[in-house]
Structures are given as C-alpha cells and as structure tokens.
C-alpha cells in the first residue's frame, strides 16, 4: 500500500508555482492576484479561506480576502461581484460555499466573470470542461487529477466508482475520469443518496473516489484487494480532550481499508491540501491568460 501524500505534492506544487512567480518579478510583471469572498462566520469556510490566502502569500501572489457579514443581501453581493469583475488588479477570485440561505448560489456563480472564475463554477467553465475544453477545472477535482498522474497511477480501462455528486466535486470528478486522456479513460459509476446496494458497486471498483461527507462510510468489507482510494471527505467531529475541539475525518474507515488499498489519500494530508494548490495553479494560469489578451 503506498499513501497518496497530498501534503507532500501540493508542497511541491507551491514550490514550482512559487519559483514561476519569483521570475514574473525578476522580469518586472504583475503577480498573480487572488481574492477570496466569505461570506457570514462558518468555521470551516473562514478555515479554509484563511489558508487559501496564506497560500497565496507563501507563493508570492497578491490576495485580498472579502469578509461579508451573514446578513448580506444576494444584491449587495452581487454588487462586490462586478467590484470584482472590473478590477484589474485581480486576476481570479472566488466566493466561498455554501452561502446564507437569503442568496442564491446559482444566481451568484453565473454573475462571476468566467475569465475570472478560478473555482470553473461558471456553468461556461463547467460546460467547458465537460467538452475538453482548455478551461479552469475546480480546484478539488484538478487536485485529484493531480494526485494520480504525479503517483503514476493507471487509471485507464479501470472502473471508477465516485461516490456523491455535488456540484464541485462528484459531478465534475465523474466527467473528468471518463474523459479521453490520462488520468481518465475509466469507466465511471455515479452514485449517491439513492443508491441502491452500493456495496454491489463499490466491490466493482478499481478507484473509489468518496465525497459524500459522512465520516467511516467506506468499510473494508465494500472494497477489493488492490483498489485505489480517493478519500475526499473533511468532517468536523467535536472532540473536547483536543484544543481545537474537534477532529478531522474522512468517509473511509482507513485502518481497515487501507490494508486491502494499493493506493490511499489520508485525512487529513490528502486531498484537501491538493485543492488549495490546484486554486493557485488555476490563478497562475488566469494571470497568464490577461497578461496574453
Ligand atoms: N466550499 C467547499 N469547497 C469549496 C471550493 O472548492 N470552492 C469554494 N468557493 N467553496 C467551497
């Protein structure tokens, strides 16, 4: 068994990202900008945005990070969105899900300008991708992708069983891997809530890709000797004997599992410091496309 080390590889990723944007100013030219908006106090969501901008700043890029308080209207966002939007300064930014109940989340994606939509949530990004197109691919999906070319995991003629189909993952990680290219050119298996003996499919699997976000779901009794296992969920579970209060957990039971994997990512180290390095590589790449139109 050998641990797909997302932590390692997106450190590796930052480093060469960090050295492209360390030639930028040898040459004089504008850094890469990322701005980032939260809306509202989610714990998980200021988290994440907090270490998307730090990342920013280890890699030499200019961020700008939007704090919105929980009561803005769909109206007023919309509004920091076009701010946005003609701002040259900013290369790409996103807004950070799941927003109050109060915006729609669809109306606030399609407003971003997709030349600016790092997060490729734009419905013409997402369209893009789906027709292998050049376009932004969302972050946690890119950083999968990543993961397997980097290992040299063969991911051709395999069965992938992605496991949810949210927007920003499954759905697009199901697109992806069925896609002609590597890694891709699997045969996938959409499956979700509704699923019906799920098991009967994950034992089918040669890559499982799990974001469903219910922590231990996969169990070594699900799987095949030698499967490969993408591990994307990151549950908070209170725990008061830690300082933070709570731990983090994915949907794979991995003691058991990884015993019968020949390839698994960790929780955490896995696949979530993948997306945060996939975000800056998708900046770096909008950054190149203004400086070329
Ligand atoms: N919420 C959970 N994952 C993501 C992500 O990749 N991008 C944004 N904008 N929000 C998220």
Sequence with gaps: MEILDGKKISNQIKEEIAAEVAQMKERGEKVPHLAAVIVGNDGASLTYVGSKVRSCERVGFESTMVRLPNTTSEQELLKKIHELNVDPNIDGFIVQLPLPPQIDTQRVLMAVDPDKDVDGFHPMNFGKMALDMSTFIPATPFGILELLDRYQVETQGKHTVVIGRSHIVGRPMSILMGRKSFPGNSTVTLTHSRTKNISQITTQAD???????????????????DVVII???????PDESRERGYYITGDVDFENVSKKASYITPVPGGVGPM????????????????RNR
């Design 231 to 237: 591990d994307v969920g990151i549950t908070r579970v």
């Design 275 to 290: 997306t945060i390095a996939m975000l800056l590589k998708n900046t770096l790449l909008a950054r190149e496309r203004h």
């Design 207 to 225: 890559i499982i890709i799990s974001a469903l976000g219910v922590p231990g779901f996969l169990k070594a009794e699900m799987v095949k000797d």
